[in-house]
């Protein structure tokens, strides 16, 4: 069935450095792929998305670039802030679960003044 | 704004008590979703709906029930809670079924069950 790994955390940065949070995912056919944050004492909301092969999501900084050739869809930011820190989860929806979304186990960001 | 809220933030009961979470979308959305989240287990999908009184199995539904008697609120209970379904429960909706669709959720209700 459909599935979605990404990198355990936590991950600890300080303000200003890179970041890349890995996610690679199994699916059939062509799944849509989703990045969800969740700050502390909140639900989830959407971060980025993409929909087909090449796409880029991005908002706020964060970008994801889906790759059919890799499986993946790695979440990256140039210069994280204190702000940023939260949990956050790749996922994906496909054809053969399309009323669901699969998610992964989540990683933990923390960001160091 | 897009507008989802669950009947508590924290709740506490004891074995075998009968438990009911609320989640109220203020979206006019088609679909709506109940999950537990866990450490290491990311979220899980105990059941959903796509139209009122209409309603499907997730992953883990055991123990779990739900009810959607309108659209814009959907229900899940606990017929008997168990120590086992301690957890951070979070609703969700969407506007329709394709696989596109981004799902909006509330804040998350947690429940210790002692």
């Known amino acids: 069935g459909d599935s979605v790994t990404q990198m355990e955390g936590p991950v600890t940065l300080s303000e200003e450095a890179f970041l890349t949070i890995n996610c690679t995912y199994t699916a059939t056919g062509y799944p849509s792929l989703f990045w969800y944050v969740q700050y502390p004492g909140e639900g989830l909301q959407l971060l980025l998305k993409a929909t087909k092969a090449d796409d880029k999501g991005s908002n706020k900084g964060f970008e994801a670039t889906y790759r059919k050739e890799t499986t993946s869809f790695h979440l990256e930011k140039g210069s994280v802030q204190v702000s940023d820190s939260a949990v956050y989860f790749c996922?994906?929806?496909?054809?053969?679960?399309?009323?669901?979304?699969?998610f992964g186990s989540g990683t933990r960001l923390s960001i160091r003044p | 704004d897009v507008k989802v809220t669950q009947s508590s933030r924290y709740l506490v009961k004891r074995t075998g008590e009968k438990v009911f979470l609320e989640c109220v979308q203020d979206m006019d959305h088609e679909n709506m979703f109940w999950y537990r989240q866990d450490p290491g287990l990311g979220l899980r999908l105990i059941y959903f709906?796509?139209?009122?009184?209409?309603?499907e199995k997730g992953d883990i539904p055991e123990g779990y029930s739900v009810s959607r008697e309108k659209k814009e609120r959907f229900s899940l209970i606990l017929e008997s809670a168990s120590t086992n379904q301690t957890s951070m429960y979070l609703c969700?909706?969407?506007?329709?079924?394709?696989?596109?669709?981004?799902?909006?959720f509330g804040p998350g209700t947690r429940l210790l069950v002692l």
């Open positions: 969700a909706s969407s506007l329709g079924l394709a696989n596109q669709e981004t799902q909006y």
């Open positions: 996922a994906l929806t496909g054809y053969s679960s399309a009323s669901k979304i699969i």
């Open positions: 709906s796509y139209d009122v009184k209409m309603k």
